[in-house]
């Protein structure tokens, strides 16, 4: 137990974390993607039967599956949160700017899957 809280101090004291552009980013990210989970949570309801998980302008409701399904999107971008977080640690030593890209971009990924779960949300009432 030690050696995790050990090693857990020497992940807190990376320089990346000291960086305030990058960790407004992370947190911003962070809260989307914690919006993306909570607005799902209280929209989609439990149900025995399929509910529409995607819908098209042109053709209207083209995908339908379980409730549960729906939940993946907030889970890939759990993934890339942690990814990209990862990634920035590993690259903030050596290049800066690839750290800020990473982040701007795992904010604009968080941002657009965003705009995917607002209307399945929206059809579920």
């Known amino acids: 137990m030690a050696k995790i809280?050990?090693?857990l101090k020497l992940?807190?004291?990376?320089?990346?974390?000291?960086?305030?552009?990058s960790i407004i980013m992370f947190f911003n990210s962070l809260l989307l993607n914690l919006c993306l989970w909570m607005l799902l949570y209280f929209k989609i309801q439990p149900?025995?039967?399929p509910?529409?998980?995607?819908?098209?302008?042109?053709?209207?409701i083209d995908n339908i599956d379980y409730w549960y399904k729906v939940f993946f999107v907030?889970?890939?971008?759990?993934?890339?949160?942690?990814?990209?977080?990862?990634?920035?640690?590993?690259f903030y030593n050596k290049e800066r700017f690839i750290?800020?890209?990473l982040s701007v971009n795992n904010f604009f990924i968080q941002g657009v899957l965003f705009g995917f779960?607002?209307?399945?949300?929206?059809m579920q009432n």
């Open 99 to 101: 750290t800020h890209f």
């Open 117 to 122: 779960v607002i209307p399945l949300g929206f």
């Open 5 to 7: 809280k050990e090693k």
């Open 47 to 49: 149900s025995n039967f």
């Open 11 to 21: 992940f807190k004291q990376h320089p990346y974390f000291r960086s305030k552009f």
């Open 74 to 90: 907030p889970g890939i971008g759990v993934a890339f949160l942690v990814l990209n977080l990862f990634l920035c640690i590993w």
């Open 51 to 60: 509910i529409p998980l995607h819908y098209s302008v042109y053709v209207g």
